[in-house]
C-alpha cells in the first residue's frame, strides 16, 4: 500500500482537515447551531420535510445534541497531537460511520457524500496507525 508511505505530510493534512471539520461541526452542535431546539407545536410529519424532521428529533433534547458535539469535538482536539491522534481518528472513524449512515439512511442530499469522504479519511488515520491497531486486537498472551 504506497499510499501509507506516501509521507507524513498527507497523514499531517488529513489530521487537520479532519481536526478542522469535525471541531467545527462539534462547536455547532456545542452552541445550540444544528439542531431544532424550538417550539414543537403545530409540527409533524405533513407539514415538515423528512431532512428537517430529523433535526427537530434530534433537537428534542438538548443535552442529546451537546454531548454529540463533544464527541465531535473531543477526538478533533486529539488529532491535533501525535500521542492521541490514533484514539481521536479511531473515536472519529465511528462519529463518521454514524454520520454516515444516517445521511443515507434519511436521504441527506450532497451532504451524505461528504460524511462518507470525512469517514474514509479517518479511517486511513487509523489504518496508518495499523501498528497501534495490531496492539489493540492482539493476544496478550503472546
Known amino acids: 500500500m504506497i499510499w501509507f508511505k506516501a509521507g507524513s ?9 479532519m481536526a478542522v471539520v469535525f471541531a467545527f461541526y462539534g462547536c455547532v452542535k456545542l452552541f445550540g447551531g444544528q439542531f431544532y431546539y424550538g417550539d414543537w407545536e403545530n409540527l409533524s410529519k405533513s407539514t415538515v420535510d423528512g431532512t428537517s424532521l430529523v433535526w427537530l428529533f434530534y433537537g428534542y433534547s438538548p443535552f442529546y445534541g451537546r ?11 486529539m ?26 439512511a434519511f436521504d441527506y ?11 474514509v479519511l479517518c479511517g486511513i ?9 495490531r ?5 496478550p498472551v503472546r
Open 9 to 17: 505530510k498527507t497523514i499531517l493534512v488529513i489530521r487537520l482537515l
Open 67 to 77: 454531548v454529540s458535539g463533544l464527541f465531535e469535538l473531543v477526538p478533533a482536539v
Open 79 to 104: 488529532l491535533l497531537f501525535r500521542r492521541t491522534t490514533f484514539v481521536g481518528a479511531g473515536a472519529l472513524f465511528v462519529v463518521g460511520l454514524n454520520i454516515t449512515l444516517m445521511d443515507f
Open 109 to 119: 442530499p450532497f451532504v451524505k457524500y461528504m460524511a462518507t469522504l470525512y469517514t
Open 125 to 133: 488515520l487509523v489504518l496508518h496507525d495499523r501498528a497501534r491497531l
Open 135 to 139: 496492539e489493540v486486537f492482539a493476544d
